[in-house]
């Protein structure tokens, strides 16, 4: 896993720490030099502070996003709600604030690593899924970890693909945001639902013809989501 | 007099007062120069009359063979008149009611002058003219009695009319006073709404700007205050969030190195092991005390919450007390949903401070209870209690207690910042709701948290 952190005692500590939970780590002090690991070898796992140098975390994010579909946590010194949700938006998909304990970031990271793609989502697995009966058409196919227009495939990170096989298990029932929370990032009673909302905003602009007016992942008012599928 | 008056009150007094000194003077000179001008006209009217009738009284005297009280049957003097006739010592009169009795005694001892004149006097209780004429040609006097009551009717409408004008006046002029008072007092007024707005943490509260000349002054120098307190105010609690800020960083590198330590505990000698235990419990509090003054800052700022609408404040509570290592059993469950608009994540983290405070300074947690109160439409308030069973609050130090970094000597020893307290105080205030310390039933302390009821309730949730 990388990590992205340019306060000396943090990324010392936590390389140390992780590498106690047994993760493989590749600590970095700048966006830039992050940047080519990320090119050069793809991680698992991403956990960036957003507070960088010269290239801010949200920049990193965005460009590592462009070569990278790995879970990204982000460690925010600031949590300041728009920091937080610019970040998701972004493409983050958690995060922790500083001041932070180990196990909250191990916890972050094991709920993103739990099931990666193409893993048995749960009973209803081995299921493909017509969300949009098209032309073109648009099929969830949760075996093979991948969500397809006719031929080309919908480049969708894994945790918005896990987001849409949580909607997708069986679709057309209404999931509330804390139903979702608690199944895709293991985050309790206590978890910000703005993480939901937003990974629907950015799975919207993936999976809709309009995501300004959502066909498929349809917004339940005061319940939550439900997928709407073209069977 | 002003000390014990209000202002208003004093202007308003002074008003009224000034205007019956003005009413009393000009109706005193109006009743004046009416009256002497009544009393002229009347006197001269009667004078004449009185002439009038002397001269045919003097003629009838003159003719021979006739006798005065045959003369005066033949005046006919206007009603409210009497003619009297002294001759040769006898007086006559045109009416059986007035006599020479009611001439006074010095007149009627003047009988040798020989001058005519006219007077003013009472008779029979009533302010009557005399008038006397000499007759030396027939050797009499002649006296004419003239009663003016309806000139005293007059001159009593005239007095009545104007003391009615003065008590009008009067109250028109304390009406007036009380207005002016106002209008005088309403900046003031304007002043005390900004600073009690002020006072209740609006800074950004200013005096609107006036064309007035006599309130520009001042209504400058108070928005250069409330400037000055204000970036004052800023200045601190930016101080306090840049530190806190600052801290964060070598805090959590602290946090995860002594966790990386912690993890080799077995490879370590006792003394080291006891060592990273002093460490890790001061650090956790270190912890706990920037995460509470984070969060202080955060209220200061007025950063904005994150309310969820119609929470549920049981399964908050049940959440809570799970979350910080706690039973659940310690929650006294109402058996329903109890909805409230909170931030979750700040209302539990207030009532995780109550919960700590509990078992810190009050022998532990004993009971978390949530009810309801008021029905529903009548602004319904949800209520969670905290007992424990310490030796509770003394009565003088309830309200001290919420004070940043308050702490009771006796309790000083202990661990505790002095923060959590007065978090859990702001982050009610900024949900619109109150907590309080009493004392419980065991003789412990219990704090009493009370929030509005949702409104997403009352409106029949979707």
Known sequence: MLVVEDDDGIRTSLALALEDEGYDVDPHASGEDAFAAVSAHPPDLMLVDLMLGRMDGFTFIRSARTVSDAPVIVVSARDDTHDIVAALEAGADDYVTKPFVVKEVSARL????????????NEQSGRRVVLDSG????????????????????HLTVTEFRLLCELASPPDRVLSRQ????????????????????HIRRLRTKVEREPGDPQIVVTVR????RLHTGE | MRSRWGLRATLTALFALGGVLLAGVMGLGTYGVARSYLLDQRERGTLRQAFADA??????????????SDV????????ESTVLVQRRGRWYSSSLDVGEAALPQALRSQVGEDS??????????????????????????????????ELQRTLHTLRTVLIGFAVAVMVAAAVLGRWAARRAVAPLDAVAGAAARIAGGRLDTRLPATEDPDLATFVGSFNTMVDALAERIERDARFTADVSHELRSPLTALLT??????????????????????????????????EDLLDLGRLDAGAPMRVVPGLDAVELVRQTLLDSGRSAALLEDPGQPLLVDVDKQQMARALRNLFDNADRHGGGLTRVSVSQEGLAGHHPKVIVCVDDQGRGVPPEDRERIFDRFHRDGSRGSLPGAGLGLSLVSETLQAHAGVVWCMANDWRGARFVVQLPASSAHAAGES
């Open chain 2, 116 to 149: 005519a004149w006219v007077q003013w006097a009472s008779v029979g209780g009533v302010p009557s003219v005399l008038v006397r004429v000499p007759l030396p040609a027939a050797g009499a006097q002649f006296y004419e009695v003239t009663a003016a009551d």
């Open chain 2, 72 to 79: 005066l049957g033949a005046v006919s003097p206007p009603a």
């Open chain 2, 257 to 290: 190195s002594v966790d990386v330590l912690e993890r080799r505990r077995d490879e370590m000698s006792a003394r080291s092991a006891q060592v990273i235990d002093l460490v890790r419990a001061d650090l956790d509090r270190f912890h706990r005390m920037l």
């Open chain 1, 135 to 154: 032309p073109p058409t648009l099929v969830l196919d949760m075996d093979a970890g991948r969500v397809t227009r006719e031929a080309t495939e919908v």
């Open chain 1, 110 to 121: 094991r709920a993103l690593m739990r099931r990666g793609r193409g893993g048995p989502i």
């Open chain 1, 179 to 198: 139903v979702l929370l608690d199944r895709v990032w293991d985050r309790g009673f206590f978890g910000d639902e703005r993480i939901v909302d937003v």
């Open chain 1, 222 to 225: 005061g319940l939550g989501y």
């Open chain 2, 55 to 68: 001269s045919y009284v003097r003629d009838g005297l003159l003719t021979s063979g006739r006798r005065v």
